[in-house]
Nanobody, 124 residues
Framework: VQLQASGGGLVQAGDSLRLSCATS????????MGWFRQAPGNEREFVAGTDWTGANTKYADSVKGRFAISRDNAKNTCDLQMNSLTPEDTAVYYCVLDPQGRSPTNVPQNYDYWGQGTLVTVSS
């Protein structure tokens, strides 16, 4: 399974950005997908996750109300809509997939597949 994240870039505080993750290779249907991020000098942190239906979602407290995760199982994609961005959101964002999961978790070890990351930079 390969995960390809895209959509990162340089934006100003308050702007919006939409990240997209496309899966290829072996495809799973009933899987959890999500996003983690890592800022320079920081640990990886969970951002958002969704079950295969898209109805069971989980968000980090720091992004609740600003970010929205969605997925399109027909296209094997998972998107992250990010609104009201702040400089604290600056990080490399990684798309992840848990082929065994039924509900999203914030535990990175649960996710077997990771994309290459896409850089989001938010200027003040």
């Amino acid at each position: 399974v390969q995960l390809q994240a895209s959509g990162g870039g340089l934006v100003q505080a308050g702007d919006s950005l939409r990240l997209s993750c496309a899966t290829s290779g072996r495809t799973f249907t009933y899987v959890v997908m999500g996003w983690f991020r890592q800022a320079p000098g920081n640990e990886r942190e969970f951002v958002a996750g969704t079950d295969w239906t898209g109805a069971n979602t989980k968000y980090a407290d720091s992004v609740k109300g600003r970010f929205a995760i969605s997925r399109d199982n027909a296209k094997n994609t998972c998107d992250l809509q990010m609104n009201s961005l702040t400089p604290e959101d600056t990080a490399v964002y990684y798309c992840v997939l848990d082929p065994q999961g039924r509900s999203p978790t914030n535990v990175p070890q649960n996710y077997d597949y990771w994309g290459q990351g896409t850089l989001v930079t938010v200027s003040s």
